[in-house]
């Protein structure tokens, strides 16, 4: 069964950098996911895809502090010189034949 | 710019119906698959239903499967769900997403800001 285990919470502090991980299920390690990112009271907003390989194509308008890596089954988020805004929940999705999973989200907190 | 709004949200007793539009913009409607993603209150994002860009093939979660139905219409630009035998735990945003590919499942690389459904007598 495909799915994506995240952490509920994650906190870092202003200016520094955080790594949110995102983990396939067993027998899915070669899957690539996509993030995203929902602010309080908005809708999702499309971060990047990134592949098993760690490459990774962003969205429209992403900045360059949001960067992707894998590792294995794990799917990694970075996230750079934190600023405020990017206080928010961080959700990964994936997909297989005619299914879409998301991850539960990780809440991440800026100190 | 892409620009999709869902409408037809509300208050629906248990065991009714509902149809949700998503009206989309900025991009060649039928080239992309489109998909309804839910949150309930609180709660994370779920994958409710996708469809081809050609409208030809149609996915759902298990969760929905029977009581909800994705169409489009690709000479309006327009995404629909259609919402039947409801029940509480259906209490959710309904948001519509476009896909990056026309065929299949795949990445959701915009989303509307959704539209609310709530179930209740």
């Known amino acids: 069964q495909l799915v994506l285990t995240q952490s509920p919470s994650a906190s870092a502090s202003l200016g520094a950098s955080v790594k949110l991980t995102c983990t396939l299920s067993?027998?899915?390690?070669?899957?690539?996911i996509a993030w995203h990112q929902q602010q309080p009271e908005k809708g999702p907003r499309y971060l990047m895809k990134?592949?098993?390989?760690?490459?990774?194509s962003k969205g429209d308008g992403i900045p360059d502090r949001f960067s992707g890596s894998s590792s294995g089954a794990e799917r990694y988020l970075t996230i750079s010189s934190l600023q405020s805004e990017d206080e928010a929940d961080y959700y990964c999705?994936?997909?297989?034949?005619?299914?879409?999973?998301f991850g539960g989200g990780t809440k991440l907190t800026v100190l | 710019e892409v620009h999709l709004l869902e409408s037809g949200g509300g208050l629906v007793q248990p065991g009714g119906s509902l149809r949700l539009s998503c009206a989309a913009s900025?991009?060649?409607?039928?080239?992309?698959?489109m998909n309804w993603v839910r949150q309930a209150p609180g709660k994370g994002l779920e994958w409710v239903s996708g469809?081809?860009?050609?409208?030809?093939?149609?996915y759902y979660a298990d969760s929905v499967k029977g009581r909800f139905t994705i169409s489009r219409d690709n000479s309006k630009n327009t995404l629909y769900l259609q919402l039947n035998s409801l029940r509480a735990e259906d209490t959710a945003v309904y948001y519509c997403?476009?896909?990056?590919?026309?065929?299949?499942?795949?990445?959701?690389?915009?989303w509307g800001q959704g539209t609310l459904v709530t179930v209740s007598s």
């Open positions: 067993s027998g899915h390690s070669t899957y690539a």
């Open positions: 999705q994936t997909w297989g034949t005619d299914i879409v999973v």
């Open positions: 990134l592949n098993s390989d760690g490459s990774h």
């Open positions: 900025g991009f060649t409607f039928s080239s992309y698959a």
């Open positions: 997403a476009k896909a990056v590919v026309a065929a299949g499942t795949a990445p959701l690389d915009y």
């Open positions: 469809i081809r860009g050609s409208g030809g093939s149609t």
